[in-house]
T-cell receptor, first 113, second 113 residues
Framework: DTGVSQDPRHKITKRGQNVTFRCDPI?????LYWYRQTLGQGPEFLTY????????KSRLLSDRFSAERPKGSFSTLEIQRTEQGDSAMYLC???????????FGPGTRLTVL | AQSVSQHNHHVILSEAASLELGCNYS??????LFWYVQYPGQHLQLLLK??????LVKGIKGFEAEFIKSKFSFNLRKPSVQWSDTAEYFC???????????FGKGTHLIIQP
């Protein structure tokens, strides 16, 4: 499968714990995006990378959230001291710079108890 | 602020009926517009996109959309729907110097056989 992959697909954690999600983009795509989607809403943009550089961050990305893409390939999204309001589907997408046609992964569903 | 709004949150149609889903956007400057579909249990897939040129764009599975700049609209259409079109449909845009997508809240489409 050459699409965008995300791991894990599901994560259940207790409030206050830290969690980390991984995204592997389509191999030749140099842009990688993170979104969050809650029930009944469309995805909301969090941040994006071009290669290893983080170029844009939404105001939704509080200081408990951090994303990295150290070698310009896979990316990780970490949430520290999780809160119940962080429960959502976290989506990753990738694209080529020239097209901005974003291909989405299956998402990681986070439940914070 | 950039925004995308979808008029209908739930639409129920019979097979062979014609479909039109509304989408309006608010962007300054150049805008790129997209329609994504999410079938039950699957991840987001691109239906079609508009960057520039011909305002009538054709996508996969018989869908099309028309960019009407004067109305700030990008409505999705299909002349004859099938039961397999049952899904969640999202309109999204990017522009104004930002590359992250702004999504509408989505339209849940149910096609009755």
């Amino acid at each position: 499968d050459t699409g965008v992959s995300q791991d894990p697909r599901h994560k259940i954690t207790k409030r206050g714990q830290n969690v980390t999600f991984r995204c592997d983009p389509i191999s030749e795509h140099n842009r990688l995006y993170w979104y969050r989607q809650t029930l009944g809403q469309g995805p909301e943009f969090l941040t994006y990378f071009q290669n290893e550089a983080q170029l844009e961050k939404s105001r939704l990305l509080s200081d408990r959230f951090s994303a990295e893409r150290p070698k310009g390939s896979f990316s990780t999204l970490e949430i520290q001291r999780t809160e119940q309001g962080d429960s959502a589907m976290y989506l990753c997408a990738s694209s080529l710079t020239v097209s901005n046609e974003q291909f989405f992964g299956p998402g990681t569903r986070l439940t914070v108890l | 602020a950039q925004s995308v709004s979808q008029h209908n949150h739930h639409v129920i149609l019979s097979e062979a009926a014609s479909l039109e889903l509304g989408c309006n956007y608010s962007y300054g400057g150049t805008v790129n517009l997209f329609w994504y579909v999410q079938y039950p249990g699957q991840h987001l897939q691109l239906l079609l996109k508009y960057f520039s040129g011909d305002p009538l764009v054709k996508g996969i599975k018989g869908f099309e959309a028309e960019f009407i700049k004067s109305k700030f609209s990008f409505n999705l259409r299909k002349p004859s729907v099938q039961w397999s079109d049952t899904a969640e449909y999202f309109c999204a845009g990017s522009g104004g110097g930002a590359d992250g997508l702004t999504f509408g809240k989505g339209t849940h489409l149910i096609i009755q056989p």
